[in-house]
């Protein structure tokens, strides 16, 4: 019998949907419920790609004895926290204070007054390595709950006050200048992994962010060492396991240093920030591989990610069935060298071990190798590597997919928006153009719909019931930024002012400091509020950048001083722990460049309008339109004529332009760097 998480609209939800636990969704209701029957809520938090939550999930909530147990003594709420980031948020930094680490799924049992008191991530079913079994946590809780109460409510009291007493430092003495981005980059520099490329060591992350900061450093101020760090990691990770060699798009993260093992679960947010990474990089060197790996990421995400209406799906499962209908990681994407044989013949097998790195003894689990690049294949033959490709990549489609999380997340898609806009623009593919046009549709119909408020989630085309956070309001304004830029169309301008406004008077406090949720949003026990990067640009710093492209494009003031505001938490953090503030120091790059405003008064997509959006210079905004309406468009092309009835393009910053110039070579000089 399906329990309350049928009627929800998350994937992750749904999945639980038919549990012997009677789970709720998390809603004052549960907790209302805790209240008169006087026990403790259990809190179980995760998401639909999670590999852990999956495996707890087989193993205690749909054990009939433990679900039984479970209901009798506690009201189990279960969150989807790409649908709640606040409620995990919150949680999730008082279990890392309380364990000294965190993770998914994340187990909190809490008070009816939401303040919790004893935590845990993944709970295995029988005891193992030190770690007590779920059905022991459940009875060791339960006891407490019974007797010793006091204790328990001092406990979360304490944590609860704890909490509240971390007040945020941030800034406050203005934005961050050179000397504060040169310290970021010799921290930087101080953790760059020199073999292998990335920062740090196992497990590894992709660092997109960062990445986007050293590109846009290098473009700024031509520092060569900023530069060979972005593009020797974008190689490494181009042609490592993390990288899906027949289908495009990457995997989470790399289990090692080397980028050889994958996590495999495949996220929207990742190959955005990817995309659009790979994109640049090919602006400023021109690197074959660079746009090969932008192109075919974009690609992907159109091909598997991309939903009915026009949106784009959260992730792909890590895990898929294997031959023998087991559930197992990696299932779809590695091969062993029989595996080959069958599908290629023997020379060409061996030709393709050579080349993808797949060895007798594998490179993962049970003999298999995950494809990547060896580099040891010797010169290449190029029309036989993209047959053997492309017969590999069809016998894999044979093979069983990996689950997909169909929700739609407003951030995500506002990532997805910028980069398949920006990759169209540079590469010439009005049809990426064209699928970011079409999420960005979607995200005003359904996701703006008639409330005027972002929603945070939707699925089939159906909004859920989640109020937008501040990630969402920064992202998805940045999509809809780089969509004006590209398609010339001054209304996505304009939704995007309509989403910032509502940041200036929701979502900001004293001193410039961003919250994460709105004002008149649910109260938790604390409000959170965090300015590091996670696997996206956090709320703070995505709001900042594109509270900075909005003020450059229309002129407003308070726009530009709410960016300068909120930019004095770079300062603060990028010297200390510049690998967690990349796009806040991204931003500052494109603060410290000005950022320099482009008006192309000619045609959209013609030869000046292109060359403007190819420039590098950092956070540059883009405005074209010709005749007496491109004015109303966009506030930049006003008072912008042809020179001599050509197309003409008028570069300006800190209050201060150049001459005009008619021709695309000197535009391309002046935005170089």
């Known amino acids: 019998m399906a329990n309350r998480l049928a009627q929800t ?3 992750y939800l749904l999945q639980h949907a038919d549990n012997p636990v009677d789970w709720w969704p998390w809603s004052s209701e549960a907790f209302e419920e805790a209240r008169k029957r006087d026990v403790p809520v259990l809190l179980s938090v995760g998401y639909a790609s999670c590999h852990w939550c999956h495996v707890m999930a087989h193993e205690s909530f749909e054990d009939e004895t433990v679900a039984a147990y479970l209901n009798a003594h506690f009201v189990p709420v279960k969150v989807d926290r790409e649908e709640r980031p606040d409620v995990d948020a919150v949680y999730m930094e008082a279990v890392q204070a309380a364990t000294g680490h965190g993770g998914w799924p994340m187990t909190v049992f809490l008070t009816p007054d939401a303040e919790p008191f004893y935590f845990g991530t993944y709970f295995p079913p029988e005891p193992r390595h030190g770690s007590p079994s779920f059905q022991q946590v459940l009875e060791g809780v339960t006891t407490a709950w019974a007797d010793r109460r006091d204790e328990v409510a001092e406990v979360a009291g304490r944590i609860v006050a704890d909490l509240a007493g ?3 430092v941030h800034g406050g003495d203005g934005v961050p200048g050179e000397s504060e981005v040169a310290q970021a980059l010799l921290g930087l520099t101080r953790e760059y992994d020199e073999q292998h490329g990335g920062f740090g060591g196992a497990p590894k992350f992709p660092p997109a962010m960062v990445v986007e900061f050293l590109l846009r450093h290098h473009a700024r101020t031509g520092a060569e060492g900023a530069l060979q760090m972005a593009a020797d990691t974008c190689a490494a990770m181009a042609r490592g396991g993390i990288y899906d060699q027949l289908g495009g798009g990457f995997a989470r993260y790399s289990v090692d240093r080397e980028w050889i093992v994958p996590h495999f679960e495949k996220m929207l947010y990742d190959n955005a920030l990817l995309c659009r990474v790979y994109a640049h990089l090919w602006r400023a060197t021109g690197s074959d591989e660079a746009r090969r790996i932008a192109l075919e990421t974009a690609d992907f995400m159109v091909r598997e990610l991309r939903t009915a209406e026009g949106g784009f799906a959260s ?4 895990d898929s069935e294997d031959a023998e209908g087991k559930h197992v990681e990696g299932a779809y994407y590695v091969w062993t060298p029989e595996q080959l044989r069958e599908v290629l013949g023997e020379d060409d097998a061996a030709f393709a071990a050579d080349y993808f790195g797949v060895t007798e003894e594998g490179t993962f689990e049970e003999g298999a190798s995950v494809l990547r690049l060896s580099g040891d294949a010797g010169p290449l033959d190029a029309d036989r590597v993209a047959g053997v490709r492309a017969r590999l990549l069809a016998a894999g489609d044979e093979r069983p997919h990996p689950g997909r999380d169909d929700k739609v997340v407003a951030a995500w898609n506002g990532l997805a928006i910028a980069a398949l806009a920006e990759t169209g623009a540079c590469f010439d593919r009005p049809d990426l153009v064209e699928r970011a046009t079409e999420a960005a549709d979607l995200l005003v119909r359904v996701h703006l719909g008639e409330v005027a408020r972002l929603t945070r989630t939707s699925k089939d085309g159906r909004a859920g019931d989640n109020a937008g956070v501040l990630e969402d309001y920064g992202d998805v304004a940045e999509g809809f930024l780089t969509l004006a830029a590209v398609t010339g169309e001054g209304a996505w301008l304009e939704f995007a002012g309509f989403l910032l406004d509502i940041v200036l008077e929701q979502f900001t406090g004293e001193g410039g400091q961003l919250y994460d949720t709105a004002h008149d949003a649910e109260q938790l026990i604390r409000r959170p509020q965090d300015p590091t990067d996670s696997a996206t640009p956090s709320g703070w710093t995505a709001a900042a950048g594109a509270l900075l492209s909005y003020a450059a494009y229309t002129g407003s003031e308070a726009h530009r001083t709410a960016a300068e505001g909120a930019l004095g938490v770079v300062k603060a953090l990028g010297p200390r722990v510049p690998r967690f503030v990349g796009w806040g120091l991204a931003v500052a790059e494109a603060l410290l460049d000005g950022p320099r405003e482009v008006a192309v008064a000619g045609p ?5 309008h292109r060359t403007a959006l190819l420039g590098r210079a950092p956070g540059a905004v883009v405005a074209a339109g010709e005749g007496p309406g491109a004015g109303a468009e966009f506030p930049l092309l006003v008072d912008r004529p042809l020179v ?17 110039t008619t021709d695309a070579g000197e535009l391309a000089a002046k935005l170089g760097g």
């Not at 992730?315 to 890590?318: I, T, V, Y």
């Not at 009835?645 to 300006?652: F, L, Q, R």
């Open 9 to 11: 609209t998350s994937p």
């Open 644 to 660: 001599g009835g050509e197309p003409t393009a008028y570069v300006c910053r800190h209050f201060v332009c150049d001459a005009p």
């Open 604 to 608: 959209v997509g013609g030869e000046l």
């Open 315 to 318: 992730a792909l499962d890590a």
């Open 166 to 168: 971390r007040s945020l």
